[in-house]
């Protein structure tokens, strides 16, 4: 009897901050990737939803970072690190409606508060890691 060898598949992107023009490439780009593999298309929402609020708040609150997917057969985690000022409360930031957006961000639609509470709600797994003035790091977790 031969032995099934799994095996993950890594991407990773670059998030650009400041600019809303390509703000959810990243996301795009994992959903394409995620049906050509025949990934479950309630899955593949999920994970679309909870990656693009992530890369929208890299945009809006950070100087960018890097959006990092690894599909494995029992899993896929997705890595969102910025260096940007942190999360000064995970828990305030955590509550639905609490922004620290500005008026011009709100302005143009975004910063309604819901980035965070919608990246737990989506994902199976959510950790939230930041220190003010270095950076947050997002590793959501969806099961297969």
Same mark, same amino acid.
């Given at each position: ?30 959903k394409s990737r995620l049906k050509r ?20 708040? *890299?945009?809006?609150? $950070?100087?960018? =970072? ?5 599909i494995c057969p029992d899993k896929i #985690? +997705? ?5 940007g000022q942190g999360i000064e409360n ?17 302005? *143009?639609?975004?910063? $309604?508060?819901? =980035? ?10 959510? #950790? +939230? ?16």
């Open positions: 009897m031969s032995e099934k060898r799994l095996e993950c598949m890594f991407f990773s992107y670059d998030v650009d901050g400041g600019n809303f023009d390509s703000a959810g490439m990243a996301s795009v780009d994992t593999l025949g990934v479950d298309k309630e899955l593949i929402r999920r994970i679309s939803i909870s990656m693009y609020e992530a890369e929208i708040n *890299m945009v809006i609150h $950070a100087n960018g =970072g890097k959006a990092d997917v690894l #985690t +997705v890595t969102m690190k910025d260096t995970i828990e305030q930031a955590m509550q639905e409606g609490f922004s620290t957006a500005s008026d011009r961000i709100r302005a *143009m639609g975004f910063g $309604a508060g819901m =980035g965070l509470p919608n990246m737990k709600k989506y994902s199976d797994k959510l #950790t +939230v890691l930041s220190e003010v003035g270095v950076g947050t790091t997002i590793i959501m977790e969806y099961y297969l």
